[in-house]
């Protein structure tokens, strides 16, 4: 089992910044891709960012030239700096990694961006 806790998220104004951060915990030999996904009411979880154990990334086009994720692979966790936010960024942002074969996901951290 792996675990996984979200901190960092919050309350801001548009074109402000946040930075979200993850900590993998448990059997974290051999984790893999680690990212970073959002959900709002009534819509599907969708991907914002995902970095793989040697530091490839992909981004969502929404969010690409503002957001940058990393990770820090000794400590078993990743990070989100989230910048110049829009009020469309306003979600329940979660950390994924996948070992063997099973996604794991943390419990969310809200982000609101007020206009």
């Known amino acids: 089992q792996v675990q996984l806790v979200e901190s960092g998220g919050g309350l801001v104004q548009a074109g402000g910044s946040l930075r979200l951060s993850c900590v993998a915990s448990g059997s974290v030999f051999g984790i893999g891709t680690m990212g970073w996904y959002r959900q709002t009411p009534g819509k599907q979880r969708e991907l914002v960012a995902t970095i793989s154990s040697g530091g490839i990334t992909n981004y969502a086009n929404s969010v690409k030239g503002r957001f940058t994720i990393s990770r820090l692979n000794a400590e078993k966790s990743v990070y989100l700096q989230m910048n110049s936010l829009k009020p469309e960024d306003t979600a329940v942002y979660y950390c994924?990694?996948?070992?063997?074969?099973?996604?794991?996901w943390g419990q969310g951290t809200q982000v609101t961006v007020s206009s």
């Open positions: 994924n990694t996948q070992r063997i074969g099973v996604s794991y």
